[in-house]
């Protein structure tokens, strides 16, 4: 899980698959690392790998992060896919949120159930990989951006799972290009071995 960084290259190993915090025992999958700052995904297992759903970043203890993620998903803010059209590289949604949750309070306090344990299925489902960055909020950033948006120019499904319309903030025109290379002991499906970041 360490990372190797110069000016110019960096090379993240991917560690994991991970449970995502307080599904352990449903699906036997280890605890996430609890302290460290990086970049995550948030995968579905797929054709003997991992499908990408998201890339985020964290800069504190890993808890507090995908706590605060758990409780956007169980208040109806995030999107909710159907985990097992995700493990077939279809993307269907259950509830949509972002904006449209905003505007439609009414129908996820009708549908509240049903939805939270839908909420609950999806993060069962998820397996999460996790790298090591030293803790500089640009890097995260544009480490975060740069897988983003190359899912997003890649052919169905990889482009399809993930949610449009991230806050990304990828490389400024004053930055220094930089290469991210990519190791992982198992496919990540749409995770190129190097990546300009």
């Not at 449970?19 to 970049?39: A, D, K």
């Not at 995550?40 to 990408?52: A, M, V």
């Not at 896919?81 to 993307?91: K, N």
């Not at 309070?105 to 069962?124: C, G, P, S, T, Y």
Request: proline residues 6%; aromatic residues 12%.
């Amino acid at each position: 899980m360490n990372i190797n960084q110069d000016a110019k290259n960096l090379q993240a190993d991917w560690d994991g698959p991970f449970s995502w915090p307080n599904f352990e025992s449903e699906n036997g999958l280890p605890t996430i690392p609890l302290h460290s700052t990086g970049v995550y995904l948030q995968t579905f297992e797929y054709q003997n790998g991992y499908l990408i759903y998201a890339a985020g970043i964290t800069r504190r203890s890993v808890p507090v992060r995908f706590k605060e993620h758990t409780r956007h998903y169980m208040n109806g803010d995030y999107t909710v896919l159907d985990p097992l059209a995700a493990e077939r590289g279809i993307r269907k949604e259950i509830w949509h949120g972002w904006g449209y949750a905003k505007v439609h309070r009414d129908q996820f306090e009708e549908n509240k159930v049903e939805i939270q344990e839908a909420v609950k299925k999806q993060l069962a489902k998820f397996r999460v990989f996790y790298a090591n960055f030293r803790n500089e909020q640009r890097l995260l950033e544009r480490v975060e951006a740069a897988i983003m948006n190359f899912l997003y120019e890649q052919k169905s499904p990889y482009k399809d799972l993930p949610d449009k319309g991230m806050m990304l903030a990828p490389r400024w025109n004053s930055e220094e290009p930089q290469t991210l290379n990519n190791r992982s002991k198992v496919t990540i499906h749409g995770l190129p071995e190097a990546l300009k970041i």
